[in-house]
């Protein structure tokens, strides 16, 4: 059974940084394009980065700079490094897999994890 | 950036009625286009890829038609448990997605 089970979040004042992680099971994530969307309160889903089978990265313009996406391979588990923390990052943080071969949809996601950037 | 965007923002519907929801892209999208169903503090699910191919496990009384900028998700005899909210999202070009259709109950 593919599962994603993220971690990592909190309340973090503007400017700080957080990791988030997130836990597959059931698929390899270095076989699959993972990725992370996220969900202001309230608000739609907005695409935060991608890191593809063969490792590379992407970034929506919104993040890029700032937020650094990785994996450990030995671990199955994704990673979100989240540097220079705004207000406007606040959100549930989802991680979501792309099947590899597939278009760039998600056909599974994790429950989210929700980040708080508040002084 | 492929801007989506959806209508109605909320539609009301009695059960075992039909929901027709409908999704516009700002430039074509070919048939790269999926539906999410998410429901309050879960996470979206998906229901339809490739504007039209139901997800493993989606009941049939959902389908997805369109291509290029028009896209429509038909729900035909809503269900209590299909009330929530529906996304659409393009991969054409890197993901965006609509801003979302609340269906309520009437």
Known sequence: EVQLVESGGGLIQPGGSLRLSCAASGFTVSGNYMNWVRQAPGKGLEWVSIIYSGGNTYYADSVKGRFTISRDNSKNTLYLQMNSLRAEDTAVYYCARVRSGNGNYFDYWGQGTLVTVSS | ?106
Do not use: H
Not at chain 2, 42 to 55: D, E
Not at chain 2, 77 to 83: P, T, V
Not at chain 2, 87 to 106: A, E, H, L, M, R
């Open chain 2, 1 to 106: 950036e492929i801007v989506m965007t959806q209508s109605p923002a909320t539609l009301s519907v009695s059960p075992g009625e039909r929901a027709t929801l409908s999704c516009r892209a700002s430039q074509s999208v070919s048939s790269n286009l999926a539906w999410y169903q998410q429901k309050p503090g879960q996470a979206p699910r998906l229901l339809i890829s490739g504007a039209s191919t139901r997800a493993t496990g989606i009941p049939a009384r959902f389908s997805g038609s369109g291509s290029g900028t028009e896209f429509t998700l038909t729900i035909s005899s809503l269900q209590s448990e299909d009330f929530a909210v529906y996304y659409c999202q393009q991969y054409n070009q890197w993901p965006t997605f609509g801003q979302g259709t609340k269906v309520d109950i009437k």
